[in-house]
């Protein structure tokens, strides 16, 4: 990037933070409660730790003796400051005793949740959704919910977000226009729009039940997507663990190329901390670039670095996610470069609270010959307000994300953002927080090249060298999210009943069972050889239990 660009980037993050000056710096909405505890957390990470578990076991507990029993577990050793109520050191002296302090830790993780949910309803969420609009910021509504298990709890999921939907449509029909939300350079927006989680609308979500997963996807959203279309809504597609990607844009693409949902304004989002997401975006172009009516990519860093990280490692397979920071920020900003260099073809739509990262995408856009409502910025309800009030000030289209649900679903929810926001490597805590420098923060990302994905297919081992073994390394289990390695074992299972391979012999004979059926005696490796020896291991399929 050349200095002069490099010159704009920064005397424009510079203005959003001079504009966000006037406001209050907190990380969340305004709480002194919520503000303080966070500042604690960050300082403090065994109190961090344990404030998060108790955050995340809260909603299954049952009644005052429960909750104070897992206040008693969490914090007894732990560094609680005595001003935030937790009640724990004052609970013997209170009128009501032990039952105030299950009272209070109830009503301040309520206090903390709502920092983050627009409404635990749709008439509630309506209403908050609104003064959204009225501020000047237009929105995406997620219904809070993970993973589903079980066909009820995806076919609850799927009639909340058909009820939400319905709701903001109806609400939302009298709101006044606002042509600098409802329109870009490419044509009109939906005034509604929300986001759903395809895992959480099949129990199916799975690399290697990939067709029941669609089959279950489609059924559950066609009628979703057909209020959107009818209600001139948009519907978003979130993206969540690695395991789900390559399922959940495999599910976007084919339903929005169905003929009724050819029109229908939808999007999906694409995380720039997989190695493999430039690649993954080069595709969502070229797909968008065939629809009359272009999708929406929304482009973020990622909330499950650690998940994806220690999952891989343990397994032993490739680390999908970029080791480092500063890798995640320079591939974010050759994302950002390749949506600006096919606008038109898609939409773009930048997620992210890191002033850097927004005048990256902005002064990219001027550069491109793009004006400043031919993309836009998102942002998290509850996160970061003083940088909301300073990109509605410079004039950019800001879309909040704003979560909807209970408390109980939304829990998940609430502990990622706690995560993020007090992260070492945050940049809503390193700015507002802990006020270093911001000059250093919009330095650009120091990387000389970006380590790309690795194969699809795991590279075979040499065969150990007996005069010099290494030492053990089991072999890994089969990563069957990469569809190479999907394919591989399907060809391996096809030769196995259908072809000859060397060093086997197939016959029609009895089984040890007595059972007539195709016989394959595999040689075992000895020295590099295939070597036949006088007894036999029985293998039993595992599927089929009578086949041996």
Not at 19 to 46: K, N
Not at 185 to 198: Q, T
Not at 210 to 238: C, M, N, T, W, Y
Not at 522 to 547: E, F, Q
Request: with cysteine.
């Amino acid at each position: 990037m050349g200095s002069s660009l490099e010159s704009e980037v920064s005397a424009l993050a510079h203005r959003i933070a001079d504009l966000g000056a006037g406001e209050r710096s907190d990380i969340v909405q305004r709480s002194w409660w919520s503000e303080r505890i966070l500042e604690w957390a960050m300082s403090h990470p065994s109190f961090k730790t344990q404030l998060f578990r108790f955050v995340d076991v809260f909603p299954a507990t049952s009644g005052d003796a429960d909750v104070l029993r897992h206040l008693d577990e969490y914090f007894s050793s732990a560094d609680i400051p005595r001003t935030f109520d937790l009640g724990l050191e004052v609970a013997d002296h209170l009128p009501f005793g032990r039952a105030a302090t299950a009272s209070v830790a109830r009503r301040n993780i309520r206090r903390m949740a709502r920092q983050f949910i627009v409404g635990e309803d749709p008439a509630a969420a309506v209403a908050g959704l609104q003064r959204l609009w009225r501020a000047g910021s237009a929105f995406t509504v997620d219904v809070l919910g993970e993973k589903t298990v079980t066909d009820e709890e995806a076919d609850v999921y799927a009639a909340r977000v058909d009820a939400l939907l319905a709701t903001l449509i109806e609400a939302t029909a009298s709101w006044p226009p606002d042509d600098h939300l409802e329109r870009d350079d490419l044509g009109a927006l939906p005034r509604v729009n929300v986001s759903v989680k395809p895992t959480a609308l099949t129990s199916f979500h799975e690399p290697l039940s990939r067709q029941d997963a669609l089959a279950d996807g489609k059924s559950r959203l066609r009628p979703i997507l057909r209020r959107a279309a009818e209600g001139g809504a948009h519907v978003h597609f979130d993206m969540e663990h690695y395991d789900a990607k390559d399922v959940t844009l495999q599910l976007f693409r084919e339903l929005v190329s169905e003929p009724e949902f050819a029109n229908l304004h939808a999007g999906v989002v694409v995380q720039s901390y997989l190695k493999d997401s430039f690649v993954d975006l080069s595709d969502l172009i070229a797909f968008s670039s065939q629809r009359p009516t272009p999708i929406t990519v929304r482009l973020v860093k990622g909330a499950y670095w650690d998940t994806e990280t220690v999952i891989a490692r343990a397994e032993g397979w490739p680390v999908p996610v970029y080791d480092e920071i500063e890798q995640t920020e320079a591939n974010y900003e050759r994302c950002v470069c390749l949506l600006h260099d096919h606008h038109g073809e898609v939409r773009a739509a930048f997620g992210t609270h890191n002033l850097r990262s927004l005048a990256y995408a902005a002064v990219i856009a001027r550069e491109r010959g793009i004006p400043d409502h031919g993309f836009e910025l998102q942002m998290l309800y509850g996160m970061a307000p003083t940088v909301h009030a300073a990109v509605r000030r410079l004039g950019y289209r800001l879309r909040v994300y704003a979560p909807v649900g209970e408390l109980v679903p939304g829990m998940a929810y609430l502990v990622r953002r706690l995560l993020e926001n007090t992260s070492n490597e945050s940049f809503v805590r390193q700015r507002f927080k802990e006020g270093r420098g911001l000059d250093a923060l919009l330095s650009p990302p120091r990387v000389a090249s970006l380590p790309e994905a690795g194969p699809d297919t795991p590279a075979s081992r040499p065969p150990t060298d007996a005069s010099s073994p290494g030492p053990y390394q089991h072999e890994p289990v089969a990563e069957w999210r990469r569809a190479g390695v999907r394919a591989t074992f399907a060809a391996a299972i096809d030769r196995a009943e259908h072809g000859a391979r060397p060093g086997v012999r197939s016959f029609v004979g009895p089984t040890p069972r007595g059972i007539d059926q195709t016989v394959s005696e595999v040689p075992a490796i000895v020295d590099g050889s295939p070597t036949m020896t006088g007894a036999r291991i029985v293998s039993v399929d595992p599927a089929d239990p009578s086949r041996e």
